[in-house]
């Protein structure tokens, strides 16, 4: 089945620097991608659409520079988080939609983003 | 977008048929109704989907009714691996918007 790749699986970086965590499809073309977050023990929380080559829409609440979000690629969305701080400690998860199919969303592995 | 309610836990033991029932009163024409399962440290993974009456697939079965208020996600013989967090959405091609979740504790 298709499958949505998320790198990388774990990361942690020191406050105030950006970290990119990246999004592919890698066997159909996604128009659309979705960025979600979770802490631990909650549900995932809508963060922001991405559409390929337009500009991303965020959810209320989420501060769009903060997360900036480029969907460069039919392929591939990318959410930068820029300069983290430990409230931005989370599990963010990508998901994308076949362009060619309006069924089932495909989610990827998720990223661990650890803020010291 | 239709709001989801579901039970936030249930138990139950290796062998025995679980249902999880999701309510979604204000679920819409072109709504489907989907239903997510995710373990720990991973992104959800996609169990089963349906319009309307019952759906059946390898893993699990969905039912609902005519109203389509309401969906239930039968688990057959759950095993301890089924333990698990089990999302229950409903959409129309747009963003997912998750709810609680039930969290299902399977025993031996």
């Known amino acids: 089945g298709a499958v949505v790749s998320q790198h990388p699986s774990w990361v942690i970086c020191k406050s105030g620097t950006s970290v990119k965590i990246e999004c592919r499809s890698l066997d159909f073309q996604a128009t659309t991608m979705f960025w979600y977050r979770q802490f631990p023990k909650q549900s995932l929380m809508l963060m922001a659409t991405s559409n390929e080559g337009s500009k991303a829409t965020y959810e209320q609440g989420v501060e769009k520079d903060k997360f900036l979000i480029n969907h460069a690629s039919l392929t591939l969305s990318t959410l930068t988080v820029t300069s983290a701080h430990p409230e931005d400690s989370s599990f963010y998860i990508c998901s994308a939609r076949d362009r060619t199919d309006t069924g089932e969303l495909f989610f990827g592995e998720g990223s661990r983003l650890t803020v010291l | 977008l239709a709001k989801t309610t579901q039970p936030i836990s249930m138990d139950s033991y290796e062998g025995q048929e679980v249902n999880i029932t999701c309510s979604h009163n204000?679920?819409?024409?072109?709504?489907?109704i989907t239903w997510y399962q995710q373990f720990p440290s991973q992104g959800p993974r996609f169990i089963i989907q349906?319009?309307?009456t019952k759906v059946t697939n390898e893993v699990a079965s969905l039912f609902i009714p005519a109203d389509r208020k309401s969906s239930t996600l039968s688990l057959p013989r759950v095993s301890l691996s089924d333990t698990a967090v089990y999302y229950c959405l409903v959409e129309a091609g747009t963003a997912l918007i998750f709810g609680k979740g039930t969290t299902l504790s399977v025993s031996s």
């Open positions: 204000n679920i819409a024409t072109n709504d489907y």
């Open positions: 349906g319009y309307k």
